[in-house]
Structures are given as C-alpha cells and as structure tokens.
C-alpha cells in the first residue's frame, strides 16, 4: 500500500502544480495581464519577480502603453524604448488612482476592537498591520481580512512605547530598553546600562540602528547587533516628542516647537527647522524621500512642510482646530499627505501647498456587520466628506473619536483610536 499511497500522493502533488498559476507561460500570463487596468497592474507588478519580470519586458503590454502615449506605434519600435519607460508609466498611474481616490472616492470604513485596554499606535507594510501600546501585548493583523495572524506579549515591568517592524523582528520601546520580539522565535530585551536613558518618548527603527527620542532632550541610536548605545544627540530643545529618520539624517521633533536635523553617522547637528509663525509641541514627523520634504503636525493643529536640499520652509497651514496627532503618506506617493489627531477627522492634504482637499468622518447610520473575528464583530461602515465650510464642532464626537495614529497603504489608511478601535478606511473608485 505504501507505493501506491506515494503514487498518490506525487500524483495530486503534480496536479496541484498544474492547476498554480505559476504552471502558466509568459505568453498566456501577458494577455491576462493585458486585461487589467493600469492600477492593478502595477500592483501585479510587486507580486512576485517572475510576474515583474513578465510585465516589464512584455511587448504586448508595451504595444498596449505606446498606444495610449503616442497613438498607434509599430511594433518594430519597440526595442529602441527604455524598459523603464513602462515601469515609471505604470508607477505613475497607480500613484494618479490613489490620489484621485483620497479626494473623489467612495469610502468604506471597517473597524474592530483588537484590543482589550486601548491601542494607541499602528504601522502597516508587506500587507500586514502592527497595532499596540495601550495594553500588553502587540498583534499583527491581515490588511485585507483583519484575521489576528501573531501576538507578542509585552514584560510586565515595562509599557511599551513605541515600536516597528520588518519581514524578521519588531523593535519595541518599553520602559527605558530596547526590546526584540523575532516573527517566529523568542524576545530578547537590550541589557539593562545604568543611565542609558530616562524616559524614552518615541523610536524609529531602520535596521542596523534604533533610534530613542528622550524626556531630558536627547536622541540615541543604538546598533541592533551590538546592543550598545552608539551615539548620543544632544538638541537643547527640550523633550525629542517624535522621530523620522534618512538614510543619513536623524529628524527629532521637539515640544519646543523647533525641529533637531543631526547626521546618522556622526551624531552632529546640522540644523535647526522652525515654524515661522505657528507655536506650540511637535507631535508628528515625516520624511519623503522621494520630493527630500519633511512634514510635521503639531499641538496646536497646523502643519508644516520643509526641503531637506535648503532647509528651508516650503509652507505653513493650520489644518486643525487642535492636536495632529499623526501624519503620513503612501511610499511612493509625492502627492497626497493624510493627517489625523485629537479633532478625529481625517484629512487630506496636498503636499506641495498643503491645502486641504479632502476631510472625512465616519458616517454613524446604515450600520452592517461584515464578518467576526476571535475579537469581536467586524463592522463595516461608510465614511462621509465633509464640506468645506462645515463647523467641526457640529460633528457629533461619536462620528470622530480622537485618532491617535495613522498608516498609509495604497487607496487605504489605517487608523487606529485610544478606546480600542481599529479602522480600516479603503478608498475605491
């Protein structure tokens, strides 16, 4: 019986093979792709390298882009264009929906509760969700089904501050350590260095290095596989509030208002940004590196727009009537900035002049469950734009509750709400 159980098995091993997408040629994959519109496309692109490989050295789908840039081509000249040509055309439409769809869009919004005490933070990448801080423990969620896909409990003896993520680890803040969980191993916690640092606010992480914004003013970088503290920054501008880093440049945010530009490598200085009218704490950093422009939020609801390149203050506009609590945009994204904070509305932002193209709440009637999870009722809801000339303060509280951090995915951001909520807002067509 064992042969032919064996026999068995290579057989159903073999028709699974062939059922895969991957049994399909590169012919037969070009001319479903070329069914697909430019958006989804592009998508099909990240998938995997075989699939990006297919649709960037197609003739098909370049006779299919040619075409709709400069009217019919012959395909003979094909091979004088740069296969980038596609590529950046590709980017490019993907980058026009998703702006399209934050300002025009339909808004569907679904929230659960994932935590049992509050959960105050979250990040989102690879298609997964990192939320916590409020209670203890960190869950990574699925951004397309919501299913609690891993749990890292928090020590006892520490809160977790703040934290972040890669394909391997995530680098949490507790108390004043370092804290390593592997995705599918153990926790190990920097050891314990009398004085190292007090009172750690916020931290970023871009491996080799995790970056300590500090109560006493300080930044300190600390190497992951030493597990020593490599540089200490001092900005003499009182408490770093929030970080956002470069591939050479440290960004403290400081609840005097100014931002600390310092050198990754050095640890010094190299200028200081400040408002030229607003006041009041820096809350929230980020860095594009794609434009060099930086862009924060602060305590008392404006937000600020910086070049990296001079250093200099490209705009100023108070887009809150109070605290921006956090503030991000899509990866590739030159575009559109989206901002939240203590108000609960989510807004839309241009980030070249900061206007503000796009303010949503969520919309309390026509409510539906979609599904549940081992947390409770997925709920699925509808969002609602604003009009320009509309009083927040006419906007029931229970429409935007406070939105303590936010994620920026492509046509969808996740938001996440001191009492437990976390929210999906997908923006479609």
């Not at 009217?71 to 264009?81: E, I, Q, T, V």
């Not at 409990?153 to 108390?175: A, H, R, T, W």
């Not at 929030?242 to 005097?256: E, K, N």
């Not at 809801?381 to 927040?392: G, H, N, V, W, Y």
Request: aromatic letters at 8%.
């Amino acid at each position: 019986m064992e042969p032919k159980k064996q026999a068995l098995n290579k057989k159903s091993s073999s028709s699974t093979r062939a059922r895969s997408i991957q049994s399909l040629d590169s012919d037969l994959l070009c001319k479903i792709f070329s069914l697909v519109d430019p958006f989804d496309l592009a998508r099909c692109s990240t998938v995997c390298k075989f699939w990006h490989n297919v649709i960037n050295t197609s003739n098909i789908l370049k006779v299919l882009y040619y075409k709709q840039q400069h009217g019919s081509m012959h395909h003979s000249n094909l091979s004088a264009r740069p296969e980038t040509s596609l590529q950046k055309h590709l980017e490019s439409l993907a980058m026009e929906q998703h702006k399209l769809s934050l300002q025009k869009g339909f808004v569907s919004v679904d929230q659960w509760k994932g935590h049992a005490a509050g959960v105050e933070q979250c990040r989102m990448k690879m298609g997964l969700i990192l939320t916590g801080v409020g209670d203890k423990v960190m869950r990574i969620w699925s951004s397309e089904s919501y299913k609690c896909l891993e749990e890292y409990p928090v020590p006892d003896k520490f809160p977790l501050v703040d934290f972040d993520f890669d394909e391997s680890k995530i680098v949490g803040l507790i108390g004043t350590r370092i804290c390593i969980w592997r995705r599918h191993g153990g926790r190990s916690i920097f050891p314990s260095r009398e004085g190292t640092f007090t009172n750690g606010l916020c931290m970023r992480y871009i491996d080799p290095e995790a970056v300590v914004g500090c109560e006493d003013g300080t930044v300190r970088v600390f190497d992951m596989y030493s597990r020593n503290c490599s540089r200490i920054i001092r900005t003499r501008a009182g408490s770093v509030m929030c970080l956002a880093l470069t591939d050479q440049l440290i960004l403290g945010g400081s609840s005097l208002g100014s931002i600390t530009v310092a050198s990754l490598s050095s640890g010094d200085c190299v200028a200081s940004l400040k408002a030229t009218y607003s006041t009041g704490s820096i809350w929230s950093l980020c860095f594009n590196p794609r434009s060099h422009l930086v862009f924060s939020g602060s305590s008392a609801g404006y937000s600020h727009c910086w070049d990296l390149r001079t250093m200099r203050p490209l705009w100023e506009k108070r887009v809150s009537p109070n605290v921006v609590y956090s503030l991000q945009h899509q990866a590739n994204d030159t575009s559109v900035l989206i901002v939240g904070g203590i108000d609960g509305v989510l807004r839309t932002l241009d980030q070249n002049t900061g206007e503000i193209l796009a303010s949503y709440v969520l919309h309390e009637g026509n409510r539906a469950t979609s599904s549940e999870n081992r947390y409770g009722v997925i709920e699925r809801k509808k969002a609602i734009r604003l009009s320009e000339d509309t009083l927040i303060d006419s906007v029931p509280k229970n429409m935007r509750p406070p939105i303590s951090c936010l994620a920026v995915g492509m046509k969808k951001v996740v938001t996440t709400h001191s009492g437990k909520l976390i929210r999906m807002w997908r923006f479609n067509k």
